[in-house]
């Protein structure tokens, strides 16, 4: 489908200019000033000196592969995160705060994965010399990654309150308390997301711009250090989480062995979700905070990819290994669970 869309743009453009030679980002003169994420949607600045959209009548990009790896990979977010939110509306006793989270996580890289698409039919199909385009994308983008960063963090605070207030979480926790912290997370997102629009751009200075165009590099680094704070701040809480399970073995003697086993199994679970956050994530971060628009596009591709491969790691991590969740999957798709699926109530301390 990526392919297809990528190949109508082209066909389109060729018809419209009667079939005649186009400079190409390849041409001479030619360097890319990336747009987020896709750096081919970005626009091309020819041996002029001005500035037009990769998708203007007086250019035909060729099809990037990048461009089409993030397509995809946009494609399969979307996909899976649709039957996490599906699953979640059908199943009725699916509506504890835990769940919640897992929903707007999944909202979240639903989004995201959207924005990869729309990101690359705007590249190919959509004149994206257009400011309108460009700041459509780039607002979605960033308000759904922002979200999913952030419902991340409020999954792991989460299970750290449901382990250190063990008597009281359920009191505490309610499900209203929740909607209210998700909604606090989604309005600080889309107000990031806007600002790109309310003029915090480089649209009008080239010069400015980070290695995500119209991403400033002041706005670039700001939410790259944001997310840094992020990352460490999980790190804390994972390792308390991990000490609280440590002291809880060995206060229960008599499931010494079970707990044993149940906790190292927690901790490879924490570490692998850590490891998988961070080798997403903090590579583009780094290089947003190190790198500028005149950095070699390549590098921008090869961060950017993994940072939006996360997306479709978290409903593995978060959705699919949750047994409530498999037990919905098997009666919607089989209509029986099998035998050996785990009936016991999942809490949110659970890893």
């Not at 970005?42 to 250019?59: F, H, K, Y």
């Not at 899976?80 to 909202?107: C, D, K």
């Not at 449901?162 to 008597?167: E, G, K, R, T």
Request: hydrophobic residues 50%.
């Amino acid at each position: 489908g990526c392919l297809l869309v990528a190949s109508l743009g082209r066909c389109s453009r060729h018809v419209l200019l009667g079939g005649g030679l186009v400079e190409g980002p390849g041409h001479a003169g030619g360097t890319m000033s990336p747009s987020w994420p896709g750096v081919a949607s970005g626009s091309p600045r020819t041996a002029g000196g001005g500035v037009r959209g990769s998708g203007s009548l007086g250019i035909d990009p060729e099809v990037s592969p990048w461009d089409i790896a993030l397509c995809i990979t946009g494609t399969l977010i979307s996909c899976e995160n649709a039957l996490v939110i599906a699953v979640l509306f059908y199943t009725p006793t699916l509506r504890a705060p835990m769940f919640i989270l897992i929903g707007s996580l999944a909202v979240a890289d639903l989004l995201a994965g959207l924005g990869l698409i729309l990101n690359f039919v705007f590249t190919y199909l959509v004149d994206s010399s257009v400011e309108f385009v460009t700041l459509l994308s780039v607002g979605l983008l960033i308000s759904a990654f922002s979200a999913s960063v952030l419902n991340i963090l409020a999954i792991t605070v989460d299970r750290y309150l449901s382990l250190y207030n063990a008597l009281t979480y359920h009191t505490e926790r309610t499900v209203a308390f929740t909607y209210a912290m998700v909604a606090l997370i989604w309005l600080s997102c889309l107000t990031l997301g806007l600002l790109p629009a309310l003029g915090w751009n480089c649209l009008r200075d080239e010069s400015a711009c980070s290695v995500c165009r119209p991403v400033t590099k002041n706005n670039a680094v700001a939410l790259a250090v944001t997310f840094l704070l992020v990352f460490a701040m999980m790190m804390q809480l994972y390792l308390q989480i991990c000490k609280i399970a440590f002291r809880h073995a060995q206060q229960i003697a008599v499931q010494h062995q079970f707990v044993a086993i149940s906790t190292t199994k927690g901790v490879s679970t924490l570490s692998a979700i850590l490891c998988a956050f961070g080798v997403c994530w903090l590579p583009f971060a780094l290089y947003s905070i190190v790198a500028d628009s005149t950095y070699p596009v390549i590098y921008t591709y090869a961060t950017v990819l993994p940072a939006t491969c996360c997306s479709v790691i978290n409903p593995i991590i978060y959705a699919f290994r949750n047994p409530d969740i498999q037990k919905s999957l098997w009666l919607a798709c089989c209509g029986c669970v099998p035998s050996g699926l785990s009936l016991r109530p999942r809490t949110s301390s659970d890893v």
